[in-house]
């Protein structure tokens, strides 16, 4: 049976039939008021039921939509996202529709020109992957609403990505970038004492809760329940985790430490001197200068304290589903990634010894 849903700010109607390919076929009303869409749907319904309208049909003429345009459409329906992912989504679409042209219309959008955008920009192998993989989604989601007929990245080449072991920190490099932030604090002469000493509140609480950079901006004290000792990430409204699911967390002693530092009356528990919120962005920039300063790894991001949360997490003997559960991760196969550099570390720990003892 045909049902109408709202996705964004746009009404779809959406078919079903277990012996067309696929097997669901959405289709946009191009309204953003129930009444019109509810007029709009009934119309195709009982068109379809008649015989007399197929939205699997090849024949189908694909509308004549501008890049542009579509791209503006697709980027509302995506409004329940993380902010990341939705910034991904702006940023890439924002780059083909600049480097295609606003006017081309999508269905005109071959893979050829996919290929020669991806292929621009003397990008790496992992970015193109990005890129590929951000823009399918919009294609599919324009074949579903009948703006074209077939995904243009099904042709496309992309070169070999290596998958490289998740770039983690050791007690040390922590304990070096922490110092640093708080040389660097008492130190500078442009700035008060404590001005930049919630970097190192933020780098404590990213370590102990293994949160995204995204969550951790969007974590609010409202978030913490300190009566049975929980944290709740997502699950409110202005709080999105990558995957839109909620996860509780464990006020543990160490972050219950960490957080009693904190003399802030902002309503965010990692915000600027001034008490103002922070952008991913803003806090990836910052954590890589004191990255520098600290003289770590160039590799070494924000997100390796995530990483580092989750290998200390495996380590100390947690199961994998613990650990996956912990971290928000999507399947069991994300979290096997770690288990990889305790074997690595098992292995150069065993050669140490060797030579020690040959020594």
């Known amino acids: 049976?045909?049902?109408?849903?709202?996705?964004?700010?746009?009404?779809?109607?959406?078919?079903?039939?277990?012996?067309?390919?696929?097997?669901?076929?959405?289709?946009?009303?191009?309204?953003?008021?129930?009444?019109?869409?509810?007029?709009?749907?009934?119309?195709?319904?009982?068109?379809?039921?008649?015989?007399?309208?197929?939205?699997?049909?090849?024949?189908?003429?694909?509308?004549?939509?501008?890049?542009?345009?579509?791209?503006?459409?697709?980027?509302?329906?995506?409004?329940?996202?993380?902010?990341q992912s939705i910034q991904k989504y702006h940023s890439v679409l924002g780059q083909f529709v600049r480097f295609v042209g606003s006017d081309v219309q999508v269905r005109d959008c071959t893979g050829t020109i996919v290929q020669s955008f991806i292929d621009s920009g003397n990008r790496k192998p992992i970015t193109k992957k990005t890129y590929s993989t951000t823009l399918s989604p919009f294609f599919n989601w324009c074949i579903g609403i009948g703006m074209m007929r077939t995904n243009p990245i099904s042709s496309i080449r992309l070169p070999s990505v290596q998958k490289g072991l998740p770039k983690t920190l050791s007690e040390e490099e922590v304990s070096c970038l922490l110092k640093t932030i708080g040389s660097y604090d008492q130190d500078s002469n442009r700035f008060p004492d404590g001005t930049v000493l919630w970097m190192q509140r933020a780098v404590q609480v990213a370590l102990?809760?293994?949160?995204?950079?995204?969550?951790?901006?969007?974590?609010?004290?409202?978030?913490?329940?300190?009566?049975?000792?929980?944290?709740?990430?997502?699950?409110?409204?202005?709080?999105?985790?990558?995957?839109?699911?909620?996860?509780?967390?464990?006020?543990?002693?160490?972050?219950?430490?960490?957080?009693?530092?904190?003399?802030?009356?902002?309503?965010?528990v990692i915000s600027s001197s001034t008490g103002k919120g922070l952008s991913g962005h803003y806090l990836s920039t910052r954590f890589k200068y004191f990255?520098?300063?600290?003289?770590?790894?160039?590799?070494?991001?924000?997100?390796?304290?995530?990483?580092?949360?989750?290998?200390?997490?495996?380590?100390?003997?947690?199961?994998?589903?613990?650990?996956?559960?912990?971290?928000?991760?999507?399947?069991?196969?994300?979290?096997?990634?770690?288990?990889?550099?305790?074997?690595?570390?098992?292995?150069?720990?065993?050669?140490?010894?060797?030579?020690?003892?040959?020594?």
């Open 208 to 268: 102990v809760l293994g949160l995204r950079v995204s969550e951790l901006c969007q974590l609010k004290w409202e978030d913490i329940d300190y009566k049975n000792r929980t944290i709740r990430v997502g699950g409110r409204a202005g709080f999105k985790t990558k995957n839109s699911k909620t996860r509780l967390l464990p006020l543990t002693k160490n972050l219950m430490d960490v957080l009693s530092t904190s003399k802030t009356t902002s309503a965010f």
């Open 291 to 359: 990255c520098r300063l600290a003289d770590l790894p160039r590799h070494i991001s924000f997100h390796s304290l995530r990483h580092t949360t989750c290998t200390r997490l495996i380590q100390s003997g947690a199961s994998l589903e613990v650990a996956r559960r912990f971290m928000g991760h999507s399947s069991v196969s994300v979290t096997q990634r770690y288990i990889h550099i305790c074997d690595e570390q098992f292995f150069r720990a065993i050669e140490h010894a060797e030579s020690n003892e040959s020594n």
């Open 1 to 83: 049976m045909p049902s109408l849903f709202k996705r964004g700010d746009r009404y779809y109607v959406a078919f079903y039939s277990s012996k067309k390919s696929p097997p669901r076929k959405q289709v946009s009303l191009r309204v953003s008021g129930y009444k019109a869409a509810k007029a709009k749907s009934a119309s195709l319904i009982a068109q379809y039921e008649g015989g007399s309208y197929c939205p699997w049909a090849p024949s189908v003429e694909v509308s004549p939509v501008s890049l542009q345009g579509a791209a503006k459409e697709f980027l509302q329906t995506r409004s329940n996202l993380s902010p």
